[in-house]
């Protein structure tokens, strides 16, 4: 084991809020045994499956979640059940978990009795709401925790008679877990300092609204509720549209028109390069912006030029997308600094030769399969905080005997 937790304990019930944030730790280094009833978890049972075949130890979305850490079976229900958990719980640094409030309570086993005797202890609850809400207590899944906190409305099309849609990929846990981790590494750090745990209470709900990039905030401040457009942030006002079909089919994003008289100059000569000057109709607009030095659209938005200028250095990008493959338009953006991009699939992407250059691909080895497996690597990379697989996603209760009968060791 090693990483920048290398060390640190952590005691994880296994749950649907509160995965993505253990793994985090645990692939950061720090020793995560996570505790799972008889049979498993639950979450062992979602699809899909490696090779399509079902099974508790097949779940892809359990590998995913999961790597790094070891697999207690315990039931918490029973006072054997119970007493090992206690055992478990005194030999960590921290315990996360996200139970509905009142359950470990009803056990025995919450925070209130558990740190009594461990002030330095840090517990951490991921619940929906959080702890006393009695919303948490209600059923939530990742699609209507994106429609609830607003996340949902930020996402689909022009036309609003299309319904709203929730981004795929478990955003709602994502963003939950993440705001957990960093809620976690922040009492650590303060443990460390004072000697001194905590309980963070942790809300996917409060997580996922504050994520909503300018919905909140227009509404709590200027009384304003955006409306979602097509690939581009919601706003209380139609924005220009910035996605273009290229041409090979393929769409790419043209991001924010150029402001600046560089920008201008580069967009000229890529027309040139790709003899496409000609059939620009408003060349002599890009132009005159390289002869002014630039616009400021915030300050000069009410001068018909400006806005003219504006408006053709976001139809100049769409005019070269239309007439060169999709890959072809994002790389040659991406050379002139050009806040452009091209749709990509989740195959596509995880393929992608920059990923790959970062990283991204981790090989895992199953030995229960004999075979190499391909995982998404670090979801960010810090220089100084090393992050790895240290092992695969563990078998149900793969690691009871060693777990329960030597602590935490």
Known sequence: MSGPLHGVRVVELASFWGAWAAKTLADLGADVAVVEPPGGHFTRTLGPFVDDEPGVDRSLWWWYYNTSKRSAVVD???????????????????????????????????????????????????TSHGRASEHSGEPWTDLTMAAASGLAWLSGYDD????????????????????????????????????VGQHVDVSAFAACNV??????????????TVQRQTGRFAWPTPTPPVQA???????????????EAKDFRSLLEWLDELDLRESFPDVHLLERAVARGGIDIAKESGDPEVLAIFAAGGAVLVHIAE???????????????????VMFSPEEAFENPHFVARGFQVEVRHDELSRQVRYPGAPFTMRASPWAITRRPPLVGEHTGELLDRGQQ
């Open 323 to 341: 007439n060169v493959p999709g890959f072809e338009f994002f790389e040659g953006a991406q050379r002139r600094d050009l806040q452009c991009g």
């Open 160 to 195: 609003h008679a299309r319904p709203p849609m929730r981004g795929r990929g478990n955003q709602t846990l994502q963003i939950t877990g993440t705001h957990a981790t960093m809620a976690t590494l922040t009492a650590l750090l303060h443990r460390d300092a004072t000697g």
């Open 211 to 224: 994520t909503t990039e300018t919905g909140t905030f227009m509404w709590t401040v200027r009384g304003e």
């Open 245 to 259: 079909e290229a041409g090979d089919g393929r769409f790419v994003t043209t991001g924010f028109p150029p402001l």
């Open 76 to 126: 918490l229900e029973t006072d054997d059940g119970a007493e090992a958990f206690r055992r478990l719980v005194a030999g960590a640094d921290i315990v996360l978990e996200g139970e509905k409030p009142g359950r470990l309570s009803a056990l025995g086993l919450d925070h209130t009795e558990l740190r009594a005797e461990r002030p330095e202890l840090i517990w951490t609850s991921v």
